[in-house]
């Protein structure tokens, strides 16, 4: 997968701009095994590095602006660098820009690893003996991640964009640090108030691993999920329904998580347990208690998950998996009808668990499967989805992969 994306990415350009890339750098999509909306609760996730990737070809240009241009859309994106914030950029653009302008510090001086500033080419008065760091940036972008599918190909552009911005710029981040650039471009230049699951996926996946991160120290393990030697798939049911974060209920979700924590009065739902839930349910409101009631069980899932994985392999988290699901359709609210079908179907096929994947409200569902139930899987899902009237969904299969890296 990658190197085709790769190979196109420098090619395009070669086209774009007349000379080579000075490097091309690419970064995987990711599915979310379990622990859903638990991220900004300051809670634990399980998500992996899935194969589809987005490539960025690279280069250094004279000037002050970031231009970029894409396989997937005619539009081209392109700002100075001061001139970035949000609302001034829109489209796919914003999450290239944004990237640009969390690694800048808003000034056109470049942000180092200790939070201190190295003068760029804008900046009126470097100090003297500084260097003055060249700041113009030509990009070319392709992608395999599928859009809007619940896979995250906004973490995927941000974190190849942001690889090799860092690289270019002799920034020197960590991957840690990269990876929350890509989340404050997506906060505050895109207005998606969305966690840090998504990029730290992104940045810190491995083959044949989970990335088990407690999202409140921001440390990450990796936890073995080696699908293929316990002869399972994971199944990704893609129900075409798109989803918006900024848009749809993600923001409101997230203020009922903060209301219940302000509630109880703790600094967020990860200091409660399950214990503290009937104390919850007479300070709270029925439905806001519900919502935190999926948080909290969601973090034990996690994990429950992460234990049952180190001792007795992928085919253990499956209940768990089916029991995440229910908690998002009763408690959080966020699956949809053609979510809630392509699980059940699943587990009618044979899966050992299904739960929808990402934020919600459309995108996709994933099933544990073993793999002489794959094809009948499909056969039935895709029967189900037909005989609902639903979209035909898109159905493939994902395996844990490498993070973000350079590739030539
Ligand atoms: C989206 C967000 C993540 C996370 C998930 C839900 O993918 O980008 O930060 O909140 O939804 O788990």
């Known amino acids: 997968m990658g190197h085709r994306t790769v190979a196109s990415a420098a090619l395009g350009f070669e086209r774009t701009y007349g000379r080579a890339p000075d490097g091309v750098w690419s970064a995987p999509g990711r599915v979310n095994l379990i622990g859903e909306h638990t991220d900004y609760n300051e809670g634990f996730v399980l998500p992996f590095a899935i194969q589809h990737r ?59 690893p200790a939070g201190t500033s190295v003068p760029g080419p804008s900046d009126p008065a470097p100090e003297p003996g500084r260097p003055r760091l060249p700041e113009g940036v030509d990009l070319f972008i392709d992608s395999d991640v599928p859009v809007g599918a619940g896979l995250s190909s906004s973490a995927a552009l941000e974190c190849a964009v942001a690889c090799a911005l860092d690289e270019l710029w002799c920034l020197g981040h960590e991957r840690t640090a990269l990876a929350l650039a890509g989340q404050r471009a997506e906060n505050e230049v895109v207005g998606a108030p969305t966690g840090i699951m998504d990029q730290f996926a992104s940045m810190l996946g491995r083959e044949g691993a989970a990335v088990f991160l407690d999202c409140r120290s921001q440390s990450a393990e990796l936890v073995p999920f080696g699908l293929g030697e316990a002869g399972l798939e994971l199944v990704v049911i893609d129900t075409r329904e798109h989803h918006a974060h900024a848009t749809s209920g993600y923001a409101a979700r997230r203020a009922s998580c903060e209301l219940a924590a302000r509630l109880a009065g703790v600094r967020a739902l990860r200091d409660l347990g399950t214990d503290d839930l009937p104390v919850l349910a007479h300070l709270a409101d029925e ?17 429950e998950s992460v234990e049952a994985l180190r001792v007795a392999g992928p085919a253990a988290v499956g209940p ?38 990402g934020g919600g409200f459309g995108g996709a569902a994933i099933a544990l499967v073993p793999l002489d139930a794959v094809a009948r899987l499909q056969d039935q899902v895709l029967g189900a989805f037909a005989s609902s009237g639903f979209n035909t969904p898109r159905i493939s299969t994902v395996t844990p992969t490498d993070g973000a890296r350079r590739d030539r």
């Open 54 to 112: 987005t490539a960025v070809a690279a280069g250094l240009s004279t000037g002050h602006a970031v231009r970029a241009r894409s396989t997937f859309s005619e539009e081209p994106a392109s700002a100075e660098i001061r001139a970035i914030a949000r609302g001034t950029v829109t489209g796919w653009g914003a999450y290239v820009l944004g990237v640009a302008w969390a690694l800048t510090g808003q000034r056109g001086a470049y942000l180092t």
């Open 287 to 303: 439905e806001t208690y519900r919502r935190a009631r999926h948080i909290v069980t969601e973090n034990a899932r996690v994990l």
């Open 320 to 357: 768990l998996l089916t029991e995440s699901h229910r908690s998002m359709r009763d408690d959080f609210e966020i699956t949809t009808p053609a979510l809630d079908l392509a699980v059940q179907a699943s587990l009618g096929a044979g899966a050992l668990g299904a739960r929808m994947t």
